[in-house]
């Protein structure tokens, strides 16, 4: 009960610069003592630690802060000390960690240094790397910093580079959704079966969300979740099927460990960025990648670094339902395309690509087995929810693409979900 309160408090204050709140005397006199409970998570002390030094605080919280700063030593864990006497600070991680504390930025080899040795070094504390995924957070990550984060990543993936020519990518967050349905795995299928291969990637559960994950409705729809990248290359390249799912845990085992980590900071760290951006099928010229994003700064960063980095053949941005690549049905929207020649946005509508107006609400309540039943129901041919979303979906990257006209998408996706050719590919791709 003490844990989830402290991390109640640290959901509270280290969200980040623009959406913490201000913490009251009594809710700081609490920390104080929740730090003192050898019961909790040093992790999670960490974080809101290191999120009460970094964040601007408000009046009352200077002061509080200047008497905690004078005793800290008789509240403290004696590991965290280093977060107030910064010049103990003897390990290579533990001067990175302070450095982002004191919010200057890494070089790209000090930030790949950085994230080499979060990712590889079990003898560096949890609670350490912890508090790095959040002062970067926090601080916000340079550009530089950020493109040496996602190198890291990228050389410890297992990856095949195959010889498709073309290979979509769904690639949204790995922590699920917890207002809207999740459609990604069947979104896979009606683009398969229009003739383009499609991956998807995901993991069983992840903070902060642990919300519906392709994961999931793949093993709620009796499929395999836990196939070899060698098994889903081989359901991709088959043209009856040309669709497949790879788990984090199996082509990159090494961010897979950090989930417990994740769990314990609350806070989504930029790994979630980058994560589902490695490619572990990837085609000859990279893929063709569709991401999302929420906030209004990672529409430019997210596009840029994909272009700098070089990896996909070309991307499309979409401010997606909770952050996803999934365009709202009801309401304007933001793609952004990037290719190789440079980076453009436009505003996308339901209405632009279908003609059925579709009142998507959010729900507090999703189930899997709900969501499941929509797209099955909409493989079948039923004209939902989750059918119109399918017939959008499929259009906006089939077309956004350049491959072809919306046109001529929207007769052939409709034509598949009627005669059950997108229901076929489905199942066959789940085993």
Known sequence: MSQNRL?????????????????????????????????LSLTTKATILTALLMLPPSEIESTWLMNFKNKYTKILPRELFVFIE??????????????????IHLSYTEASEAMELLLCDDSIPEFQKGAFLEAQRLKRESFEENKAFFDVLWKHTDRIESTLPILFD??????GFNRYHNFAPFFAAAIASCGYPCIIHSIDSVAPKF???????????????????????????????AWGYIDQSIFHPLLYKLKTIRKEMVKRPFLATFEKMMQPIQAIHGNHLLTGYTHAHYRK?????????????????IKGIEGSSCPPLNRETIKVTVTKEGISDETIHASEFIDTVVNQLPSKNIEIQESVKLGLDALDG???EAYHQIVYYTIMAISGFGFESKESVSKKIKSHLKNGIVLEHFKCGLV
């Open 211 to 241: 919300g519906i994950t392709s994961h999931k409705i793949i093993r709620a729809c009796n499929g395999k979740a836990d196939k070899s990248i060698e098994a889903t290359l081989k359901h991709v390249s088959n043209p009856k099927i």
């Open 7 to 39: 991390e109640e408090l640290l959901k509270k204050k280290g969200i980040g610069p623009e959406g913490s709140k201000t913490l009251k005397i009594d809710e700081l006199n609490e920390i104080e003592y929740l730090f003192q409970d050898d019961t």
């Open 86 to 103: 910064t010049e103990i600070a003897t390990s290579l991680f533990e001067k990175y960690l302070i450095q982002t504390i004191k919010h």
């Open 301 to 317: 960063e997210v596009a840029e670094q994909l272009q700098s980095q070089n990896k996909v053949a070309a991307a499309l941005v």
């Open 170 to 175: 769904i690639s949204d967050n790995y922590d």
């Open 382 to 384: 039923v004209e939902n």
